[in-house]
């Protein structure tokens, strides 16, 4: 009972709504997830050609080592270009997941923005890395100015955290930062730290987010007697 409890305590604001929209609309809810699948799935595909690594290599592959002005310009795209060494059916499965339920909750033009500040936060924390140098907790080594940084895998951990937030779900989103924290522990690489920039980042918006409810609630004045909820259903 005590587990049951506490699941309806901490999901079930947020199954509510997700439940609601998949019932009455099914997979016209979540276009924008859908499109982000079949954009990664196809730039999986192309991967696996010479000529299409290339074009991919071109428009989404984004490195510390390149110029700023073009690692920004390929930044929005390499969120959906699958990680060369990791199974594409892992980022696949975290989109559909994550992002469907951004989705529903967030909407579509929040949803994009959490996922792209979160990106762009992995992505500048791996030049600021490598320029502070090898030595200290979040520094990182030359070398990984060469790596590949691509991959939905920041974006889907920001996103997360944002809508246990916004849905306070605050003990899942808690498990999902330790994760990451021991990810690092466990194998220090660019991809795990960059996590962690990215659930900074979504910290930051968090709080942001909540000091300016509370100043509009000021500038309100005493609620009207109506309980405050969770977010309603964003179209």
């Avoid at 699948?37 to 192309?46: H, K, P, S």
């Avoid at 920001?158 to 605050?170: Q, T």
Wanted: net charge positive; with cysteine; charged share 15%.
């Amino acid at each position: 009972m005590k587990a049951a409890a506490f699941a309806r305590r901490e999901w079930g604001p947020l199954y509510a709504p997700v439940r609601q929209a998949l019932v009455a609309r099914r997979w016209r809810a979540i276009p924008l997830t859908l499109a982000a699948v079949g954009l990664t799935a196809g730039f999986y595909v192309l991967q696996q050609q010479s000529w299409g690594l290339r074009m991919v290599h071109g428009i989404g592959f984004v490195r510390a080592e390149d110029p700023l002005w073009l690692a920004l310009l390929r930044t929005p795209l390499s969120l959906f270009v699958p990680a060369l060494d990791l199974p594409v059916w892992g980022a696949l499965a975290q989109i559909l997941l994550v992002f469907g339920v951004a989705e529903i909750t967030l909407g579509r033009w929040r949803t994009l923005a959490v996922a792209y500040v979160s990106t762009l936060a992995g992505t500048t924390y791996a030049r600021i890395g490598i320029a502070v140098g090898p030595d200290g907790p979040f520094s990182l080594p030359a070398s990984d100015a060469h790596i590949v940084d691509t991959g939905p895998s920041a974006a889907v951990v920001g996103l997360a955290v944002f809508v246990c937030y916004r849905y306070g779900a605050y003990v899942t989103a808690a498990l999902v930062i330790v994760a990451m924290i021991i990810e690092v522990i466990v194998k220090p690489n660019l991809a795990g730290k960059e996590h962690l920039a990215a659930i900074a980042a979504v910290l930051v918006v968090c709080v942001a987010e909540a000091l300016w409810r509370r100043r509009r609630r000021g500038r309100q004045g005493p609620a009207s007697g109506r309980r405050s909820g969770a977010p309603p259903i964003r179209s």
